[in-house]
């Protein structure tokens, strides 16, 4: 299948609150624990090396807006439940995100990242809650469903769509074995192609 997403370039990166864009172009935003797969699931996503992955947790603490296509942004968000992060690093990642979604009328969908093995870890369900509240469109991605058969994969897409029933959509992704893209691609495109309408 050819890549949908053919021009990917790393447009910003903000470290504050002062360089957050809430207009122009569509986001659409990254979320999940550190460690949860996130920068590899957007290389797996654009074809390159262009986000930083890394085996220490609590890396990323920098808002990244990658423009795809000339057409939207995906927005690669801080990791959270970061456990060794001082209160004063959480506390400014807090405010970021809360920032970042507050007033937001470029944001289109929130993708929540969840290792397939790890559901209903607390910080996860926060950020759930949080959104619900601000009244942000999301859907999940379980990461490396590769660590789990097929019975097992099943069975946690069932309990996440049993709890969260009027959720969007539950994508399932393996950026090791190169699995999931074409239907998260097929799915920005979609609501890329009805907000142009
Ligand atoms: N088995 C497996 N491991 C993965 C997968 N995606 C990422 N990882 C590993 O998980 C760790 C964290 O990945 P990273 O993308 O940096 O996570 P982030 O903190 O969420 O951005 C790295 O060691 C990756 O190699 C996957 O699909 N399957
Ligand atoms: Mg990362």
């Keep these: 299948m050819p890549s949908h997403f053919s021009n990917v370039k790393l447009f910003r990166t903000v470290f504050n ?21 996130k920068s590899t699931l957007l290389n797996y996503l654009f074809d390159q090396k262009l986000a930083k992955t890394s085996s220490t947790p609590g890396k990323t603490r920098s808002v990244n807006y ?17 456990a060794k992060a001082s209160k004063s690093e959480q506390d400014l990642w807090r405010r970021t995100l809360e920032s970042y979604f507050e007033s937001n009328s470029a944001l289109r969908e929130v993708f929540i990242l969840i290792d397939s093995r790890h559901l209903f870890l607390e910080k996860d369900e926060q950020m759930v809650v949080w959104l619900r509240h601000l009244g942000v469109p999301f859907s999940f991605v379980l990461t490396k469903t ?5 019975t097992q994969l099943r069975k946690q897409v069932e309990a996440i769509k049993d709890a969260h029933p009027q959720n969007r959509s539950v994508f399932l992704a393996s950026s090791l074995k190169r699995t999931g893209r074409s ?3 097929a799915y920005i495109d979609d609501l890329q ?5």
């Design 66 to 82: 990658y423009l795809v296509n000339e057409q939207f942004f995906c927005v690669d968000l801080p990791g959270y439940g970061y």
């Design 183 to 185: 239907e998260l691609v």
């Design 146 to 150: 590769d660590k789990l058969t097929t």
């Design 17 to 37: 609150v002062k360089g957050l864009i809430k207009e122009g172009y569509a986001q659409f935003a990254f979320a999940g624990r550190s460690n949860v797969g």
């Design 193 to 197: 192609k009805a907000l142009a309408e």
